[in-house]
């Protein structure tokens, strides 16, 4: 077998080493009647790297890649080109096959990416600080309300219409749990995001608001505004961005007036991988910096002085705290952080803003195509590279007929919201730098020949 | 002022119907460098055996119990800037928070100096 | 003859430096020990090393008022100076690829090159999630076959595939235990945890609204039945045990613990970080585990990736399958395999907890684990087991002449061996052995845990590490066993070959500098 280098003859000269009759002896604590006397039944044996490069290849035959068609979904994840050097670098066996980096003296590799990373994001989003990364988005989202529980002392959260509706779900499961209240509205087929409603629902209980920004229809809510209100009643504001290509053009969170940002990060040298690994992104305040979930990398020195960063303020986490930690969580998305940074370093701040503006561009122009198409109408005022259309029928069949035709024409809002009949005629939309002319126009014909 | 000890390795001196409390000299010893001091906020009200205050080293984060039960009147702000004055002065300059004492009984049965020495001594 | 020798170039051993001689270098690199600055510190913000295509870009109307002012500050560096940053940090780390992990409870084995090559498929990798599932019928049968799979080795009965880690696969199983007492209509509040365990068990319970109460461990390094049992009651939810345990211990009462837990009304749950010591050999549904998470990166080989990503399916018994998180992976009545999100859940899953995460699960480890399970099959995988438990008693028994083994008198280990700091010198400290480890250019073990044995030193060797390499590794053990034992000062200051000395985290945790400040 490739993977275990023993032979036989190693292994009879080990067990007299150990000691032992067979290996067999060295399961002696295992009651014999759990014991197996063979290989688990009915399971196939092993096979060669030829074998079953052939079976993994021949399941990946059956889907439909996103690179294949024409591609417009969005909501939560993002497709964009991915430098080559990203996915190279990241194969590094160093970098690749390296732990969490307790041994500081051998990890200074992983440990300066993460301070690396750690300024990168906490200036995409504009916040003071930021970890070294959470499992995705919206995971990080219910961290970061249960953060600011513990900073404000308060249970109750005000969720806005606009936040994923799989980040609400993830939410609500755990406030169940945890007895966190929180208030949700579904959203409407409006123009505008629901800022309003949220305003008007934070009241002295309200430990924070949580706002997608852009939002789940595209939408882009006014931060500044419900920080203002949400500071006058001591709550705080959680900031969910789940696109960061946006922040290359649209304000930082942070600058309006958020306590805390999270986001997902996959859009940036992660890729769609059918929903995982991604990448929670997690700034905050400084001052809230002990109250936050997950890893820190942090700057000192070593003996002779040399600059070098360790893992810092643990404090705060499970192995040290036990159940009095901010967090049970105990990795970091590493390698997803590793790949995100080093796009970024591609990227720079210039690239990125750049980039915001091809999405954008190419969003404005599927914006205008869909909108000739007879019965379709575009719901959004302002919107980045994503947006909402109202089709004169179900979405969900719309999808679906589209994917018969080879389109992968969006996400249908009767999928994210299976109970809101109101919604079932929306789409929502995205291109980036990725979408050509050709796909928008594919994508414009296949809509009229289903819609016809 | 008299000056009483716990198990636990808190001091509390008593001035009045106020009490200032402490780690040890051992106690900071055994912990090593402190990093971080998580003070209890003025106006807390504390049962004895509460732990309202964290003190943070690197690899370990120990409660501080509450020696007497009492309403915080005073942190040492100083901590916030030198987490260290636990370390180099824990009996005098590394005070933790002052209460008002609820109930002076529960101060009967604790240690004094010498008792604590020789509790340490045994440990 | 010609000239002799035209160039000069005469090929020459030099002569030897003088006693002491230390170099300076200007640069500061030391030939192959190379620093390297921060990206902050190469460019300025305002560059980019990407090409964009330029378009004929439209006005921003539609998005006056919410304007960027200013790019965010961050350098773009141009793909050779990218490559070479990267490429040279990298060097500074130690890795699998370079020699023996030996990470207790980490399980740092061999990561097969098989599962990158065909976790990047585009079929796998360059798929939404939100696809319509006519579009990604083979990513859903990719799921389903690992899942069944692990539902086989586990001899359990279904299983939820989308928690991101280990420490969210602990959530997931907590959180059936909650819905599943709920469904009841009892309120059972306290979670029962070893005190060897691993912090994020009790950690996790708290997370998900239990209270914690610790059980004491016998003198042979596992649970007390009699301590468990006589705390087991109406409040208690159930119990999470680790098995093998944190002490490279199978926990040999795991039926009656089981049993008495069940009698009592409540559950058990296995942390299944060490399921890599028993799969293939011991299915934990046969000793009457309700729930356990399996690190797809630990048992299954996905990579570390330097601090995830991870993956943590829960296999789940009878009793608590019901109450799995959405989405739910299900085959059909006709053979095809089925999302079952928000949508069906009233019909196909009523009693399920509900979401955990956006999305279902980590696909990009999943692909990973089936190909190294295919791979291995039933036979490989039952010989992962015990080529991992022979190779950690080998190093039980080829160390516990030097270094105390606090249970190693009581029989064998199972994955991982444990060794304590008693009979080290005055001084001399658990800490030095770890970076005298580095020294001899090892990755030191896990160290200081578990936590009920003191100066622990947890030794997991894992199956793919070759005899002759942990004869290597054996011998550095010894000499630096002796040494500590010797009271040899210059351990005190190790590392002293590695890219940095001892780092002080006391300044660090002090003063936090976690953003580059220039």
Redesign the interface.
Known sequence: MRYLPLTSADRAEMLGVIGAASVDDLFADVPAAARLPGPVPGLPHHASEMAVERHMTALAAQNLSAGAAPFFLGAGAYRHHVPASVDHLIQRGEFLTAYTPYQPEIAQGTLQVLFEFQTQVARLLGTDVANASMYDGSTACWEAIAMAARITRRKRAVLSGGLHPHYVSTAATMARFTGDVLETRAPVLDAVPDDDAVIAAIDAETSCVVVQYPDILGRIPDLAKIAAAAQAHGALVIAVVTEPVALGLIEAPGKLGADIVVGEGQALGVGLQFGGPYLGLFGCREKYVRQMPGRLCGQTVDATGKRGFVLTLSTREQHIRREKATSNICTNAGLCALAFSIHMTLLGGAGLAKLARVNHARAQQLAARLAAVPGVTVLNRAYFNEFTVILPRDARDVVRELADRRVLGGVSLGRLYPQETALANGLLVTATELTSPEDIEAFGTALEGVLA | MPRYFTQDHEWIEVDGDTGTVGITDYAQGQLG?I??V?LPEVGAVLKRGDAPCVV??????SDVYAPVSGTVTDVNEALGDE??LVNTDPETGGWLFRVTLADAGELDGMMDQAAYNAYVAGL | MNAPNPSGWRPAMGVAAPEGFESPTVSGDRALMLEEPLIFELREPGTTGVDIDDLELEPLDTLAGFLRAEAPALPGLTEPETVRHYTRLSRQNYAIDLGPFPLGSCTMKHNPRLNEKLARLPGFADVHPLQPQQTVRGALAAINELAVWLIELTGMHGVAMSPKAGAHGELCGLLCIKAAIEARGEDRTVILVPESAHGTNPATAAFAGFSVESIPATADGRVDLAALTAKLGPHVAGVMITNPNTCGLFERDMKAISDAVHAAGGYVYCDGANFNAIVGKVRPGDLGIDAMHINLHKTFSTPHGGGGPGSGPVVLSEALAPFGPLPWTARMADGTVRLIEEEDAATEMPTSFGRMAAFHGQMGMFTRALTYILSHGADGLRQVAEDAVLNANYVLRSLDDVLDAPFGAAGPCMHEALFSDAGLAEGFSTLDMAKGLIDEGFHPMTVYFPLVVHGAMLIEPTETESKAGLDRFIASMRSLAERAKAGDETLKSAPHFAPRRRLDETLAARKPVLTWQG
């Open positions: 460098d990093t971080y998580d943070d080293s690197v690899k370990a984060a987490p260290e």
